[in-house]
């Protein structure tokens, strides 16, 4: 059964983190259904801000499938693409670097606080890695966490995400409510990125896997997964292969359950939040 925990009286705020090679205006595009049906479950109001990334990506970072629809379409724009990027990834294989991570996590900083507080984040591939990082960040003690790596090679907390007020274990915005992961995954096999994941990630996230993706390894997504405090029916698969499915009622009931469960439960209800295993859906 679909969760019975009631919405929000008050408007709420999700921030959409779109994936490589995308905007956030193509991403907006993209998730118009499923920004429809949260209107709709959400009666108090619902804004989904969508910002585009900082990296633009040149032809050559453009893999050819997306390129049709990531270059300006005119012959003259042959040097720039519409593509961006939080990041770069570096390597053939795993491990890989992020070049550029620290840039992008300073341009949804500052998203943060311009535009917020949000209640939630929901990513899609490159942007679902980057939604967990996000959600990590702004959690309780998250520094310590990246003190205790960097010494052993790990990256330094960012100074984007520091509260400019002299205390130490203030960020600069309030810990997310939740989480969601489309076809995203976790930064695996280096000591680089393991701040964002040790100690595991404390905000509730859903995670949905296309059981045909082709872009990501199944195994990199449960990587993600599996670097949460509470993943047990938290992760759901899709027939699908590498996108959202936005207007598929099964699984935007899921995120729809699954939202208001979070939300209800940060309320300080007390009750405890329903497993999408015990949702009547078709996994």
Known sequence: MVSQAPPPSTPIKVLML????????LFHAKTRALEKNLQKAFPAGITLHYPTAPIRLAPTDVPFAAASSANGGSAGDAEETDAWAWWRRKGEKEPYTYEGIERGLEHI???????????????????????????????????QGFEAVYPKGGMRYPESFEADTGYVE????????????????AARGMDLYKGFY?????????????????IVEEARSLALANACESSDGRVVY????????????AYVSVLIGFMK?????????GKKEESVEDMDVPF
């Open 18 to 25: 779109h994936g490589f090679t995308q905007s956030g205006p």
């Open 109 to 143: 900083a500052s998203i943060l606080k311009s535009e917020g507080p949000f209640d939630g984040v929901v990513g899609f591939s490159q942007g679902g890695a980057c939604a967990a990082m996000v959600a990590s960040l702004l959690e309780p003690g998250r520094r």
């Open 198 to 214: 040790e100690p595991k990630i404390k905000t509730p996230m859903l995670h949905f896997l296309g059981s045909l993706d082709a």
């Open 170 to 185: 203030e960020a600069i915005h309030p810990p997310l409510k939740f989480a969601v992961s489309y076809s995203g995954f």
């Open 261 to 269: 469960e979070a939300l209800h439960s940060f309320e300080g209800d």
């Open 238 to 249: 899709h027939p699908g292969g590498h996108f959202l499915p936005s207007s598929q009622k």
